[in-house]
């Protein structure tokens, strides 16, 4: 029993699935071999060895009840009333392993922060820009500069090498330096015609062209420039250098730095 148990393990390792389906699975298989403790525990009682049989009884017990548990917490959304774990931790002073990834991680999970004012009564939309070469370079520079000033760390959150690898292993697309978008510090946008170039850097004196919005939504800008008012709500810098599992590590790849935009608009008509 406990040798199938051990092969469809190994196997699962090979395959790249969520890992809350991984521990459901986990937790099928260790509550179906559990029973197996009563089959041995029954072979000891009736060959006369009493006291063996209810040590496999007390421990059929116990792993009965951490399959409870994570029956209750991998299949629903409940607690449990009888779950001791709390006390455990709070008793031999330990952290769960998410919260110690959390903290380790040091990085809001707040995604897009508006910078540039709140819009309650606009519309907002996603932004999609077009990068050169020059654009490119210029954003790297700035998140150099950013990073020796202490704004942000490359660092993907601070994990060690295997809290990486089994994040990396969770997410299909792999992971980057910067695990959550990062507010650029200053932007602005400048209309030179009927293209919307955006500026911005560390501070108003050190700000560079980063790039023009081509659409906003699913509409070409060119097609809001004379009906609209466009304004940036908030600019953040994601991507970099990035990560993914490979079979038994992580691989790195060198990959650009890049925007994600929040523009709010509105009706000329409306001005």
């Given at each position: 029993m406990f040798?199938?148990?051990g092969i469809i393990n190994s196997y699962l390792g090979y395959i790249n699935i969520n890992v809350k389906i991984k521990n459901r699975v986990y937790t099928v298989l260790g509550t179906v071999g559990n029973f197996y403790l009563?089959?041995?525990?029954?072979q000891f009682f009736k060959n006369g060895f009493i006291a063996r049989g209810?040590?496999?009884i007390l421990a059929f017990i116990a792993l009965a009840y951490c399959s409870y548990l994570n029956v209750i917490h991998y299949f629903t959304n409940k607690k449990s009333r009888i779950d001791f774990s709390p006390w455990i931790e709070k008793k031999l002073h330990l952290k769960p392993k998410e919260e110690e990834v959390g903290?380790?991680?040091?990085i809001s999970k707040a995604g897009y922060v508006q910078t540039n004012g709140i819009f309650a009564n606009e519309k907002m939309l996603?932004?999609?820009i077009k990068m050169n070469q020059e654009n490119r370079l210029n954003l790297k520079?700035?998140?150099a500069t950013l990073e020796q000033?202490?704004?942000l760390k490359l660092n993907f959150g601070g994990l060690s090498e295997d809290q990486q690898f089994k994040m990396a292993r969770t997410n299909t697309n792999g992971?980057?330096?910067l695990l959550e978008p990062v507010a650029l510090p200053y932007f602005e946008l400048e209309k030179r015609g009927s293209k919307f170039v955006i500026l911005g850097g560390v501070n108003p004196l050190e700000r560079e062209e980063l790039g023009q919005i081509i659409r906003v939504g699913l509409t070409p800008v060119e097609d809001l420039g004379d009906k609209y008012e466009i304004f940036l709500a908030a600019v953040v810098i994601q991507g970099g250098p990035h990560k993914f599992a490979g079979r038994s590590s992580l691989v790195s790849e060198e990959q650009p730095f890049n925007l994600g935009i929040q523009v709010a608009y509105k009706s000329k008509q409306e001005s």
């Amino acid at each position: 029993m406990f040798s199938i148990i051990g092969i469809i393990n190994s196997y699962l390792g090979y395959i790249n699935i969520n890992v809350k389906i991984k521990n459901r699975v986990y937790t099928v298989l260790g509550t179906v071999g559990n029973f197996y403790l009563l089959y041995v525990a029954y072979q000891f009682f009736k060959n006369g060895f009493i006291a063996r049989g209810a040590l496999f009884i007390l421990a059929f017990i116990a792993l009965a009840y951490c399959s409870y548990l994570n029956v209750i917490h991998y299949f629903t959304n409940k607690k449990s009333r009888i779950d001791f774990s709390p006390w455990i931790e709070k008793k031999l002073h330990l952290k769960p392993k998410e919260e110690e990834v959390g903290k380790a991680s040091g990085i809001s999970k707040a995604g897009y922060v508006q910078t540039n004012g709140i819009f309650a009564n606009e519309k907002m939309l996603p932004a999609s820009i077009k990068m050169n070469q020059e654009n490119r370079l210029n954003l790297k520079k700035i998140v150099a500069t950013l990073e020796q000033q202490g704004y942000l760390k490359l660092n993907f959150g601070g994990l060690s090498e295997d809290q990486q690898f089994k994040m990396a292993r969770t997410n299909t697309n792999g992971i980057d330096a910067l695990l959550e978008p990062v507010a650029l510090p200053y932007f602005e946008l400048e209309k030179r015609g009927s293209k919307f170039v955006i500026l911005g850097g560390v501070n108003p004196l050190e700000r560079e062209e980063l790039g023009q919005i081509i659409r906003v939504g699913l509409t070409p800008v060119e097609d809001l420039g004379d009906k609209y008012e466009i304004f940036l709500a908030a600019v953040v810098i994601q991507g970099g250098p990035h990560k993914f599992a490979g079979r038994s590590s992580l691989v790195s790849e060198e990959q650009p730095f890049n925007l994600g935009i929040q523009v709010a608009y509105k009706s000329k008509q409306e001005s």
